[in-house]
């Protein structure tokens, strides 16, 4: 029969609760397999968190400067109608919500230690009974099992926090850093390679894109000048060779 | 069969592959103008976060904060982020000018800026033609438009610093 030692995976001598290996698992996973659903899990969690602080930071610079409006500033229409009058409703539940969320969370926490208390008081004459005694050992034993499981996972998740925005950091400074190295050592010669690249661009679909450009331009142009009767411009007198050289 | 380009390159009616350079119309200076702004975006976009990468790489974030406290308040700041915008602008477009005479936009439309001889933009020049930019924006951008009724289809930007926008002719060597 097993008992509920033998179904947690923690040992409680151990100060690091260490996870006791299961040598009869019939699904094992390696440890490179392991590392790489951990990896995997970190890259997300960073990306999470990461992007969850960058909007959070975005929002709260967005709200600094803007004035909230004040109910005596508010002019109500005479023409409003029901539907506008539901709208209004739903956004006031929409941005009450919250609020009532964290004072609903804060209630529950108050009155979980109320009752917990409560309970206590009304079992102490029976817990610190002699009736009690042989039992309250193991139930300290529990407790205090509990209490290092619950400090051991707060802990893992401080860690992994920190280990899920290193990862994201790491990987992003990586990849600059190689796009960064292989620019310079590829492209040293920027000057010509700029002029290579601006030139080789008429090749293929650019050259397309291009005429198409430019037969826009001649359409603009004559739809205006028929507007406004000018003459079409000659090629001797755009050409910059034969212009004279201005300041 | 023969395609729509060839026939155009051989009849000699594309202006980009044509060998004479002409000066470069409204549509396509104005799509140049749009991919350059999208690519100045994307290269602030990318830039600062090169620079994050590195300060917080180096354990430097600190030096952030530190400057974002002397800059103290939040108007010191935008001013200052307008101010290394304005210098990234300023720097791209007339790196380029000087450098190619034309900025990545202009590359991929085939233009080229240069001056009424043919030659290419000096630094002062490109400095000039930055910032008659402006003087082209104040009228109601009427500086710009100002390509569709000009004869040598410049812009005022262009008229004060004594350049034009060509289309680059194809192979101008061979």
Redesign the interface.
């Known amino acids: 029969m097993q008992t509920q030692d033998d179904d947690f995976p923690y040992t409680s001598d151990d100060p690091s609760l260490t996870p006791i290996e299961d040598n009869d698992a019939i699904l094992s996973l390696t440890s490179e397999q392991l590392d790489d659903i951990k990896g995997a899990l970190r890259l997300v969690v960073g990306s999470t968190l990461t992007g969850r602080d960058a909007l959070s930071k975005r929002v709260r610079q967005m709200q600094a400067g803007q004035e909230s409006v004040k109910p005596e500033s508010i002019i109500i229409d005479e023409n409003e109608t029901s539907g506008d009058q539901l709208k209004f409703l739903l956004l006031g539940i929409l941005f009450e919500i919250p609020d009532l969320f964290q004072r609903g969370l804060v209630t529950t926490e108050q009155v979980s230690i109320k009752v917990y208390g409560l309970i206590s008081k009304i079992l102490s004459p029976f817990t610190r009974s002699w009736i009690f005694s042989p039992a309250k050992g193991q139930v300290d034993i529990f407790t205090a099992r509990g209490e290092r499981v619950v400090d051991y996972l707060v802990m893992r998740g401080r860690i992994e926090e920190q280990n899920s925005r290193l990862i994201l950091q790491q990987e992003a400074i990586d990849n600059l850093v190689n796009d960064v190295v292989e620019t310079v050592i590829q492209k040293i010669d920027v000057q010509k390679i700029i002029q290579e690249e601006g030139l080789g661009m008429a090749g293929g679909m650019t050259d397309e894109f291009r005429e198409q450009s430019s037969n826009v331009d001649s359409i603009l142009e004559q739809k205006l000048r028929s507007i406004f009767h000018k003459r079409v411009p000659s090629q001797s007198d755009t050409s910059p060779n034969n212009s004279a050289e201005g300041g | 069969m023969e395609s729509?380009?060839t026939k155009?390159i051989e009849s000699g009616k594309?202006?980009?592959?044509d060998r004479?350079?002409?000066?470069?119309?409204?549509?396509?200076r104005s799509?140049a103008f749009i991919i350059d702004l999208v690519i100045l975006f994307v290269a602030q976009l990318v830039g600062s976060?090169?620079i994050q990468?590195i300060l917080?790489?180096f354990k430097l974030t600190g030096l952030v904060t530190y400057i974002k406290t002397i800059l103290e308040s939040?108007t010191n700041q935008i001013i200052t982020g307008t101010v290394l915008l304005t210098l990234l602008v300023i720097a791209y477009y007339t790196f380029?000018w000087t450098?190619?005479g034309?900025t990545?936009g202009k590359?991929?439309?085939?233009l080229k800026v240069?001056?009424?001889?043919?030659a290419k933009l000096s630094f002062g020049r490109s400095l000039l033609r930055f910032f008659s930019y402006w003087i082209s924006a104040i009228p109601l951008f009427l500086g710009y438009f100002w390509v569709?009724?000009d004869?040598?289809?410049q812009g005022w930007h262009d008229?004060i610093?004594?350049?034009?926008v060509?289309?680059?002719p194809?192979?101008p060597s061979k």
């Open positions: 729509t380009i155009r594309h202006p980009t592959l004479s350079p002409r000066p470069a119309g409204f549509f396509s799509e976060a090169f990468a917080r790489f939040s380029f450098l190619v034309f990545p590359a991929i439309l085939g240069v001056r009424k001889n043919g569709l009724w004869p040598k289809r008229k610093a004594g350049t034009q060509m289309y680059i194809k192979n």
